[in-house]
Nanobody
């Protein structure tokens, strides 16, 4: 079992930066791949990035590649999403999520534990 809590969202101007945090409550954090998703109003939830158990591998959607960076601190049970060069189209609720422990990075349907989300609004 894993519980996830996001924080760090807010309002930022285009071109600015935000860092989101995803704090996990579990005794086996290093068994979990962690991903970030987002959902804009009227749109489907979108995968944006994921990181493997040790942090050795990361994956990004084309829409955020080169602007967003995912990292994890296993000593703190926390995953971070550094978002730079933000655009108005990045406005969305951002969720962190995890598939069952020991599951490798696969499709979005594998993620079955979700945080409550944090709002990111980018003004033009």
């Amino acid at each position: 079992q894993i519980q996830l809590v996001e924080s760090g969202g807010g309002l930022v101007q285009a071109g600015g930066s935000l860092r989101l945090s995803c704090a996990a409550s579990t005794r086996t954090f290093t068994s979990y791949v962690i991903g970030w998703f987002r959902q804009a109003p009227g749109k489907e939830r979108e995968f944006i990035t994921a990181i493997t158990w040790s942090g050795g591998s990361t994956y990004y959607a084309d829409s955020v590649k080169g602007r967003f960076t995912i990292s994890r601190d296993n000593a703190k049970n926390t995953v971070y999403l550094q978002m730079n060069s933000l655009k108005p189209e990045d406005t969305a609720v951002y969720y962190c999520a995890a598939p069952p422990p020991g599951t490798a990075v696969g499709g979005a349907a594998d993620f079955n534990s979700w945080g409550q989300g944090t709002q990111v609004t980018v003004s033009s």
